[in-house]
């Protein structure tokens, strides 16, 4: 019935254009993995600039993009033109004042993008679009515009009429840095430092742009075998993978292969192509063939090519062969042996690609073809990319594929193995032969930080005005001006000013900070925790939050879910805001009190120093849950003996495990058969505060390195892991770390970095039970492949490859976790976990694999440690979301409105009430819709998102009171609703589009009535959509009156018992729910309990029975 009632369309039609279809997030292709390309590149249109010059615009989208600190995705798109009268296609010559978002290039509206045009003798022949911002998820961009260069085009002018195809490839950054080449000097022919002719094991490290020397001696670079040549050099020309370069992030696909072919001349055409040996179809006669693929085949692999038509292509779309040394860089990262802490033999698998490309290196993958070192042909590659048409440059393997080889895929699985290096590819065709290319990177891609949160530029962008904002370093929270200053004798006074963005308070939900501090009491002592003093749990005597936003202080005194843990007690304490609203905290001069002898002494209060840390964190309340989703989830909970039944969790008591009847159970990774997850165990029915962000941010860890002293700062920074993002100067012992993106994420944290932190901060694990709780919230788990926004706020969640690592119910050691919190030092509680191998992880996609591929994880997929080889891991940001016990005087639980398997009475009126007078004489309401737990979707209720940016702001927004009664012959619905702009300007079925009450009844004998009721421009309209006849439509009285003043909107229905087939102690199902639309369309809606929005579920609906 309503505009989200009809779900997404996923309908696309097909365009002359390089685009795909998703059908799945790894699709597989007659059994062999075979990601779908999605980018779309749509409406092209082409309009005179100037003289020299003409504007093309264009829509563009992709899915599963990314941009983070380490690298992003990318798309390079390309151009071919046909004049108007003319029978060949030519490539199309960029215009670009410099590389950078250069002027002309911009869009309309969508995701915002940055523009890279490369320049040079080989540049101008396409731009890489790339988010310019942090984020994840889907790229969409409309009039996207790029400057045409007509002065290098033929028989074109600004007055010429041409057809314009745009044609793009999804890409992968890879940074400039250094890299091994080799592993452990086992792999057939892999490369390794040369060192006395017996000794293979130590990998040759490429440290630089320049030449590489290669031979039988000390120090430089030999292989096993296809070696390079002995007393000569790699030349400084050959790209010798340390530069940046954007990396295919799949391989060649059948739809961008079929718009190769149809813009080359058809005989040209023809000697690219063979009949059912080349994927794509074709019709037409010769001299006028159309290539074309099916719409399923669009984005998938263009397999059964050769060197030379899949170089042809390359050389077509501008880019480049990439070479074995950039291969094993894509592959590996800057990984090194004895630095994954893992389990010891974790190294020895062939792994997916370390920066996000697909279909790599893994089981069931194709192999790849780059240029070799192991001949002279090969060695003379210089780099030189395609200038748009299919003709090779010199510096390429030609035809033949000499100085071409093959490494990768399944054959070659471990990236170190070259036995087939140095062997050319086949000229003939062959079914399983597919290829990937790359370009190199223009400097100005490189990142780094600038204004707003998660934003990023390029090492050179433009100045402030110019389209750029300034750079702001610092992060948020931001924590600063702290002061310690004598208070009495046993107490101190600390002042600070604290400050946040995007925080909420509603209802029973808010955001926090959890506040801490550092003391140094003097230059020659090491910085140590400072102990809070605390006369009660909310706003002790002393905390105040001084001046800017109201504050209120919740310290904790040492609660866990089944202990007195004092000794975590008083560490830090939650800083929230006092009243309900949204946006950005500030409060200056905000005070809290420190117990002086905890830290001991402080001699001089003017020599010590103090510093205060901060981190975001979203409230769990109270309250029972349901762990796993269906049979379908990988290792999922369910409830014995039903597979498909998830587990209700509901109290904090201990939960019965095993293969007996109303237990909990999983299909792998299960708990103790005949045993329980103890009382002690964080079982997540209690409230916790949970971090809001997957990772610790780049500011806090730096200050953790900061605050730990030197030799124990060593173990948790690595110089090419977190070196990448925290930056180290000065000499050993006194380093100084410092965050290069204060707000980014942190990537490379082990399980033992993140413990570390947590212990550090006062925080602990969480548990899995905690993690389903944190994501799902209350609500009835949506079935098999379950993945939620979180309910109750957090971010980052089930997204971006990312997993989450909390303990696990499925591990003996993990069920002995009594969730004892950090004291403020490194030393973990004794009850934590000492490695993972009591982790399960969880969140997306298990790409990490060795020998099993499985999507994504949801919200109750589950995989140990060892099926993943995960703990730091070849991508950069495993999760570590760290929690703390809520006290109890933090917040109210949320329970069942209405509780499952009980009716509730609806009550009789003693006669006939006005319906244009709600709620006079219509007694109680049934229902109070003003908390942000009834507002949906749950991305729309807090702060601006990676999913939203239009939000409820608070019960003057939308808000409603729900009537449900009964006189002798009727029922009575009836709402107050409070709305700050009415607006409706629909007819007929269209009501749902605009501000609107709809409601759903089951009755008793299974008819499900579904209607509106609306103010519209045209007066009061009621539209029933489902339902049996028409005499509800026909019979129900009703009214929509609007005070305008008031800003409330009343609703009134009485629709008699006899027309929906209602009799007193039936049962029947009731629903109802209201959309807001200020007149940009329906953000979210408040609802009285799920199954009517969306897809409609009349089991969810709550029961009720008429009083007699």
């Known amino acids: 019935m309503s505009r989200l009632g009809n779900g997404y369309s996923f309908t696309c039609p097909r365009a002359a254009v390089a685009c795909a279809v998703l059908l799945g997030a790894r699709a597989a292709w007659a059994g062999w993995y075979d990601a779908a390309m999605t980018l779309r590149l749509r409406n092209a249109t082409v309009a005179p600039r100037d003289a020299k010059s003409a504007t093309i615009s264009f829509d563009v989208t992709w899915e599963r993009s990314w941009r983070h600190e380490v690298n992003h995705d990318a798309a390079w798109v390309f151009f071919k033109v046909k004049p108007a009268g003319a029978t060949k296609w030519q490539h ?393 200053a004598a208070r009495d004798d046993k107490t101190a006074l600390v002042t600070f000013d604290i400050a946040w963005e995007d925080s909420w308070r509603h209802g029973r939900l808010h955001d926090a900070v959890w506040v801490f501090f550092r003391l140094k009491p003097d230059v020659g002592s090491g910085w140590q925790p400072l102990r809070l003093a605390a006369d009660k749990v909310i706003n002790p005597t002393g905390f105040d939050s001084g001046k800017g936003t109201p504050l209120e202080f919740v310290v904790p005194a040492g609660e866990t879910s089944s202990t007195q843990d004092a000794a975590g007690g008083l560490v830090g304490m939650f800083v929230r805001r006092a009243k309900d609203g949204n946006g950005k905290v500030a409060a200056r001069g905000a005070t809290a009190i420190t117990d002086l002898e ?45 597979a498909g039944k998830p587990y209700r969790v509901t109290s904090a008591g201990p939960i019965p495990t095993g293969r007996q009847d109303g237990r909990l159970w999983a299909l792998g990774m299960a708990p103790e058969d005949g045993g329980q997850i103890p009382v002690s165990f964080p079982n997540g029915y209690g409230a916790f505060y949970c971090m809001k962000y997957l990772h610790f941010k780049q500011a806090l860890y730096a200050g953790f390195l900061n605050t730990i002293g030197a030799e124990r700062a060593k173990t948790h920074w690595y110089r090419d892991y977190h070196g990448v993002a925290i930056a180290r100067s000065g000499q ?84 002995k976790f009594a969730g004892s919190h950090g004291r403020g030092t490194l030393d973990l509680p004794a009850d934590w976990p000492a490695d993972t191998d009591c982790i399960a992880y969880r969140g997306d996609y298990a790409h990490n694999m060795g020998y099993q591929r499985i999507d994504n994880l949801c919200a109750s997929g589950r995989i140990k440690s060892i099926t993943c080889h995960s703990n730091r891991r070849n991508h950069p940001f495993a999760g570590w979301r760290a929690v703390r016990t809520a006290p109890a005087q933090a917040g109210q639980p949320i329970g069942d409105r209405f509780p499952a398997g009980v009716a509730t009475l609806v009550p009789r009126l003693a006669g006939p009430v006005g319906l244009d007078a709600v709620p006079k004489g219509w007694g109680k309401p049934l229902a109070t819709l003003v908390d942000c737990v009834d507002v949906y979707p749950t991305q729309n209720r807090f702060a601006p998102n990676e999913h939203t940016q239009d939000i409820w702001r608070g019960p003057a927004d939308a808000s409603a009171k729900v009537y449900l009664a009964r006189d002798g012959t009727a029922l009575y619905v009836g709402a107050v609703v409070t709305d700050d702009r009415h607006f409706n300007s629909k007819t007929g079925s269209e009501i749902t589009k605009g501000d609107v009450l709809q409601f759903g009844l089951l009755t008793p004998k299974g008819v499900h009535y579904n209607a509106a009721l609306a103010l519209t421009a045209g007066g009061v309209v009621f539209h029933q959509s489902e339902g049996e006849g028409d005499v509800v439509a026909k019979e129900a009285e009703r009214s929509v009156v609007r005070d305008e003043d008031a800003k409330r909107t009343r609703y009134g229905l009485r629709i008699p018992l006899s027309a929906l087939g209602l009799k007193p102690g039936a049962e029947f199902g009731f629903n109802i729910v209201f959309f807001d639309d200020d007149g940009e369309g329906q953000p979210y809606w408040l609802q009285l309990a799920p199954g009517l929005t969306q897809r409609v579920n009349t089991k969810l609906y709550p029961r009720f029975v008429l009083a007699k």
């Open 732 to 815: 050993a012992p006194h380093y100084t770390y410092t965050a290069t993106a204060p707000n980014g994420r942190c990537p490379w944290l082990s399980w033992a970095d993140g413990a570390a932190v947590a212990a550090w901060a006062g925080l602990r694990p969480m548990t899995e039970l905690e993690f389903e709780k944190s994501l799902r919230g209350p609500r009835i788990p949506a079935g098999p492949h379950d993945a939620p926004v979180s309910f109750w706020g957090l971010r980052e969640t089930s997204t971006h490859a990312i997993y989450e690592r909390p303990i696990s119910a499925g591990s003996a050691g993990g069920r």
């Open 92 to 484: 199309v010559r960029l215009a670009a004042d410099r590389v950078l978002n250069p002027a002309g290039y911009g869009q309309a509206a969508g995701t915002p993008l940055d523009f890279i045009v490369p320049d040079g003798p080989d540049g101008f022949v396409g731009m890489f679009l790339r988010r310019a911002e942090f984020g994840q998820g889907t790229v969409k961009a409309t009039k996207v515009t790029a400057v045409w260069d007509l002065t290098a085009a033929t028989g074109v002018t600004k007055d010429v009429k041409a057809e314009v195809r745009p044609c793009g490839v999804e890409m992968v950054y890879v940074p400039e840095g250094p890299f091994v080449l080799g592993w452990e000097g086992k792999q057939p022919n892999a490369f390794y430092m040369y060192i006395d002719g017996v000794r293979s094991d130590t990998p040759y490290r490429v440290t630089g742009p320049g030449a590489i020397p290669t031979g039988r001696a000390k120090g430089k670079l030999w292989a096993l075998g296809a070696e390079p040549e002995d007393g000569g050099e790699i030349p400084a020309d050959f790209p010798n993978g340390y530069a940046a370069m954007y990396y295919m992030k799949s391989h060649i696909k059948r739809g961008p292969y079929a718009d190769f072919l149809n813009t080359l001349p058809p005989e040209q055409a023809a000697g690219f192509y063979r009949e059912r040996k080349t994927p794509v179809e074709r019709k037409g006669t010769p001299s006028h063939y159309v290539y074309w693929s099916t719409e399923q085949d669009w984005g998938h692999h263009q397999e059964g090519l050769n060197w030379a038509e899949a170089a042809a292509y390359a050389a077509w779309a501008g880019l480049r062969p990439m070479t074995e040394l950039e291969y094993e860089k894509a592959m590996r990262g800057p990984m090194e042996p004895g630095w994954a802490q893992g389990r010891p033999q974790s190294h020895k698998i062939g792994y997916p690609s370390y920066w996000g490309m697909y279909d790599s290196s893994e089981w069931m993958t194709w192999a790849e073809h780059p240029v070799t070192v192991a001949n002279a042909k090969g060695r003379s590659f210089k780099g030189t990319h395609g200038c748009g048409t299919p003709e090779l440059p010199a510096d390429w393997p030609q035809a033949d594929g000499v100085g071409s080889g093959t490494r990768g895929g399944w054959d070659y699985i471990h990236p170190s193995k070259r036995q087939g290096a140095a062997e050319p590819a086949a000229p003939e065709r062959r079914g399983w032969y597919v290829w990937r290319g790359v370009r190199t990177a223009p400097k100005e891609a490189a990142q780094t930080p600038v204004a707003g949160r998660g934003r990023l530029a390029s090492a050179q962008a433009p100045a402030a005005g110019e389209g750029e904002k300034a750079a702001t370093p610092a992060a948020t929270p931001t924590i600063e001006n702290v002061k310690i």
């Open 598 to 642: 905890s830290p001991g002494n402080i001699k001089q209060f003017n020599k010590a120093k103090v510093q205060g840390f901060g981190i975001e964190m979203a409230y769990v309340a109270e309250g029972p849950f349901y762990v796993g989703a269906s049979a379908e989830e990988l290792n999922g909970f369910h409830t014995w003996p039903n």
